[in-house]
């Protein structure tokens, strides 16, 4: 039998243990996908890709980015749906471009949505661009 603080040990232990916040990146995907890409003025730029099915050909997923400027930076470029994954990240011009496929309901023909990020050395982070048209390859 364990004293009363050994049970609120093993409590908090098991809360810590099983908490949303200690879910972290990695456990909540079926898939991750990673890499290293170039862009320009800034070096290079890691990401890492990670998605799960959620049903009818859907896949939730997140990619993050990871770089140094001064110090180690980490930002989430992308979360939401999309199909037929992984996303593609590349580096082109001093942007970074994320591909992804949308599907239209019961076709087999997948258009590519493109987006494009630009790195903004004043706010250290990578900003969205209106479209995509930077990152054609």
Known sequence: MLAPIGW???????????????????????EMSSGA????????????VGYSNIGYDHFR???????RDGAKRTQTIYEGIYDRPPARVWGVQGHL???MQACARYEDACTAQVIAYRYDAGARSFAELENGEQCSR
């Open 97 to 99: 471009c994320v591909s």
């Open 37 to 48: 890409t170039q862009v320009s003025g800034l070096g290079s730029v890691r990401y890492s």
């Open 61 to 67: 997923s997140e990619i993050v980015v990871e770089w």
């Open 8 to 30: 609120a040990c093993v409590l908090l232990c098991g809360f810590m243990v099983w908490s949303p916040a200690n879910a972290q990146e990695g456990s909540d995907w079926a």
